[in-house]
């Protein structure tokens, strides 16, 4: 044991102190290395490691020069080549030198790598990252080349210090080279820098999946107006390795736009089975006609592939609905929800159990509720579950809070997962006029606790004869597998609308 334990020491101990680093350059293009950094240093000098000459600070028109932590070569030439020395200094006085070797490469037309590359292979899941980028301030990607032909297509997404590669095969493998640009004092540099990937990819066990909104969407608009688009994507159980949620307008990303008018907001959470969600909120501060001509596309992203669902704006049709005929209004509602669902998606909705007093035009002002209704629907991570959470988190708050001005409580939009749910939720159920079900299979099928949870809740409201609406999303059949307090509350509303 006390062997082994030494092994280790010794191992790490000769790795830090005998291995030099190693970068290798194109001749003409800007390089930055960087010293190892040490928390207790006071500073670093630089030397030729061959003549021992101390490489100084930058001056007027100096070419090569050093600055604490970080040596310069502005630009680089095929005589640099060869090694460097930086010795750190301790406040107790003594020091610490490291090698460093520099290999300039020769520019040649139609190379855009060094033959021998010496950055650490990407073995991986597709996540390649841009060697040394990080020892350039203020540095810009600009391109990224696979063998040194240009990068492009859907299936790469580009951050901003490296690519990501959706599903990488054995075709991916090879040499990956991120171009960029670096500024120092005016003077732009190119730099590039190669690496090699070889994929190790194995099946995606949750692909991301953009919950809202939905691809191809048109969202009505007014000019001069301020908008909100939230995207939320699902990706994965538990924190993420890569999880990336962002909006783009016109492929280009909103971070990147030189317009004060967009700007977005980006918020995580984890769902009840640790499931890791993201949101990215695009602030438009002020809708000009430019806008109705762009793509607004949210792209979400993990470890194993991307996804992207493309958004427009369009102008809102003129359409005023007078206060006065709320019942009509209602009706308009209601045809507006299957109308939209319909729409939406092949789904078969039969609205079987709706009621003529459903929004009745009672005043409401001061009975102490906040919300209009809420929501109860099925939360099981099926392919059937987005379309559910789409209806409830997009085309509901769409119709009935957007053009009808009702509100909802939604779980999962004003009740956060996480927070102590099932006192949240008894507590908004009971400030709601009403409850919306939504009626589909997984309604029958699904176990999840949050379900009963909902429905052992109502039971103990159904006393105070809270109005519920029962909305049949697919044709359930029979009723006989669903809950029994389920049954209980279809049969009272059948009896209810009988006599
Ligand atoms: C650095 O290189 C010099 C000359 O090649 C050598 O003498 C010295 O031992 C090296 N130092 C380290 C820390 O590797
Ligand atoms: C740089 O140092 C390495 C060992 O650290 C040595 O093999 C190499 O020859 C040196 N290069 C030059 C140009 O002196
Ligand atoms: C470090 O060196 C300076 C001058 O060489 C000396 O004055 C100082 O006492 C030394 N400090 C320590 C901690 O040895
Ligand atoms: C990186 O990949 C190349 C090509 O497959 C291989 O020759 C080299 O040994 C690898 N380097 C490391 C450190 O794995
Ligand atoms: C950062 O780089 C951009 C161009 O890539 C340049 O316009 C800008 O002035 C730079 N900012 C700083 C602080 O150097
Ligand atoms: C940087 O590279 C691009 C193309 O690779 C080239 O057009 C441009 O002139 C280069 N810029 C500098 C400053 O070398
Ligand atoms: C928006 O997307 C559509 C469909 O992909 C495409 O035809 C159109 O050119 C895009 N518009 C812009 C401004 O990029």
Redesign the pocket.
Not at 17 to 20: A, G
């Given at each position: 044991m006390m062997g082994y334990v030494h092994l280790i020491f010794l191992s790490t101990f000769l790795s830090v102190?005998?291995?030099?680093e190693m970068f290798d350059a194109m001749e003409g293009e800007a390089l930055v290395i960087k010293c190892p950094r040490w928390s207790s240093a006071v500073k670093v000098t630089w030397y030729h490691?061959?003549t021992n000459r101390t490489i100084p600070a930058e001056e007027e028109g100096s070419r090569i020069f050093s600055f604490n932590q970080f040596l310069w070569f502005l630009p680089t030439s095929r005589e640099d080549s060869g090694?460097y020395?930086c010795v750190i200094h301790f406040s107790n006085n003594r020091t610490k030198?490291?090698?460093m070797s520099v290999q300039v490469h020769p520019y040649k037309q139609g190379v855009c790598f060094p033959s021998q590359i010496r950055y650490p292979n990407d073995t991986g899941r597709g996540k390649i990252v841009c060697p040394t980028i990080d020892n350039y301030k203020n540095a810009t990607i600009v391109q990224w080349y696979k063998d040194c032909k240009i990068l492009q297509g859907q299936r790469y997404f580009k951050g901003e210090k490296y690519i990501f590669i959706n599903n990488p095969r054995k075709e991916d493998d090879g040499y990956y080279t991120c171009q960029f640009i670096y500024t120092h004092k005016g003077n732009v540099f190119n730099v590039s820098a190669t690496r090699i990937f070889i994929s190790k990819a194995k099946h995606s066990p949750l692909p991301p999946q953009i919950l809202f909104p939905k691809d191809k969407d048109a969202i009505e608009v007014e000019l001069g107006a301020a908008l909100s688009m939230k995207c939320r994507a699902r990706l994965g159980i538990k924190k993420q390795a890569i999880a990336v949620v962002t909006w783009d307008v016109d492929n280009i990303p909103v971070k990147e736009l030189n317009s004060s008018r967009f700007h977005e907001k980006n918020y995580f959470f984890e769902g009840r089975e640790q499931e890791y969600y993201r949101e990215a909120t695009l602030h438009i501060s002020e809708i000009k006609k430019e806008d109705l001509q762009a793509n607004f596309t949210c792209v979400a992203l993990n470890e194993m592939h991307n996804t992207r669902a493309t958004v427009t704006l369009k102008l809102k049709a003129p359409l005023g609905l007078p206060n006065v005929l709320l019942v009509a209004g209602s009706l308009v509602l209601l045809v507006a929800i299957a109308v939209s669902v319909i729409l939406y998606q092949s789904f078969r909705i039969d609205i079987i159990l709706l009621y003529r007093e459903m929004f009745q035009p009672y005043s409401v002002k001061d009975d102490g509720k906040i919300y209009d209704a809420y929501v109860i629907y099925p939360k099981c991570h099926t392919n059937e579950a987005n379309f559910v959470e789409y209806f409830v988190y997009q085309v509901m708050p769409d119709i009935l809070e957007n053009k009808c001005g009702y509100k909802l409580c939604i779980y999962g939009r004003d009740i956060y997962p996480g927070e102590d749910t099932a006192s949240a939720i008894e507590k908004r159920m009971q400030k709601s006029r009403r409850l919306i079900i939504l009626l589909t299979h997984q309604l029958i099928n699904c176990k999840e606790l949050a379900y009963d949870q909902h429905i052992a809740l109502y039971n103990a409201l159904i006393q105070n004869d809270t109005k519920v609406i029962l909305l049949e999303m697919e044709t359930i059949g029979t009723y006989e597998k669903l809950q029994e307090s389920l049954r209980f509350i279809i049969k009272r509303q059948d009896e209810s609308s009988e006599t």
């Open positions: 102190s005998m291995t030099s490691t061959a090694n020395t030198p490291f090698n």
